[in-house]
């Protein structure tokens, strides 16, 4: 899977991408991916991570934290017969 062309990346290295999804009725334009997870999980990559968060789009799920202008979301999904928590 080929991603779309990157928006921008923050000061903190978080990488921007268009992603049109709706989560607990929230239209979102873009998927912010943090590269604290690379640390971890270094087999992850930014194409893993967007194909497995499009199988959040209309779901709900209850915020775990708020931090400026940030909504987190933790949930465990199944990919590739493999599970990954997805914050």
Known sequence: MKLPKLITT???????YPLKLVVNSLKLDCLAIDPHFE????????????????????????????KKQYVYFETDISYNDKNHRLV
């Not at 923050?10 to 921007?16: F, H, N, S, W």
């Not at 992850?44 to 209850?62: A, H, R």
């Open 10 to 16: 923050t000061k903190e290295k978080r990488r921007i």
């Open 39 to 66: 640390k971890k999980h270094p087999y992850m990559s930014d194409e893993k991570v967007f194909e497995i968060v499009k199988y959040l789009n209309n779901k709900s799920f209850i915020p775990t934290n708020r």
